[in-house]
């Protein structure tokens, strides 16, 4: 693999270094990988319509990057739910359904896929125990993030010692939704309106997810961060569902953001 060919993952300084905590993670772009077209890049995601040869060459480089073999990377079917599952082992059969994983395994690489969604990374790097977590406004409004501190600290972690850093997400100024979707917010919680202003386009608002996952990192009593990365606004960087659909593509890669306990 030559230089310009390895992956460029985002990184945080708050989850760790292989070198101090033995913690390795990335928030990984469209760099580096092998697929072409509408894929172009390094989408790993196995249920879009890319060659899937050149999908597990993607999945191989991220895995690697983060100094494990293809074999130890594992990732869920994600389905939009609040469920958390603890890994001490690559499955063994088909993924499970579920949205966030935790582990205190050593050589486990966990991911969360996303291409609009949060990706939240989670580092309790004196405990070594860490977490990924795939959040769009269904999975943070039933619990996926907390539910993964709550993991987390199953496996001994000390809530105040998580640190959670959200990666690229579609931004503010990118999320517009229709009344309905501002209508159901609003029914779960009338204070949610704080994360709505309204859109250029009548009867229409601007979501703005980045401020609702932070917030609801925060509540929990984790060190909350974020890259402030707008999927939808950087094509160059990263895939993005809602760019996709106004475009009328047929489909639309995925990104990973993933982390590790290093062996």
Known sequence: MTTSDKPAPLRSTLLGSPEKDRIAHGFFTRKGGVSGGIYRGLNVGSGSNDNQDHVKENRRRVAESLGAPLSRLVTV??????????????????????????????????????????????????????????????????????????????????????????????????????????????????????????????????????????????????NASSLQACTYADEDQFFSYRRTTHRKEPDYGRQISAITITE
């Open 77 to 222: 079917h994600q389905v939009h739910s609040p469920d958390v599952v603890t890994v001490t082992a690559p499955f063994a059969g088909d993924r499970p359904d579920a949205d966030a994983m935790v582990t205190a395994t050593p050589g486990i690489v966990i991911g969360a896929l996303s291409a609009d969604c949060g990706p939240i990374l989670f580092a309790d790097t004196e405990a070594k125990v860490v977490g990924a977590a795939h959040a769009g406004w269904r999975g943070a409004i039933g619990g996926v993030l907390e539910n993964t501190i709550d993991a987390m600290i199953a496996l001994g972690a000390q809530r105040d010692r998580i640190h959670a850093v959200l990666g690229p997400t579609i931004g503010p100024d990118n999320y517009e939704v229709g009344s309905e979707f501002y209508d159901q917010f609003i029914r779960t919680d009338p204070a949610y309106k704080g994360y709505f202003r309204d859109s250029i386009k009548d009867g229409h608002k601007m979501f703005d997810l980045w401020a609702f996952i932070m917030t609801r990192l925060d509540r929990a009593g984790v």
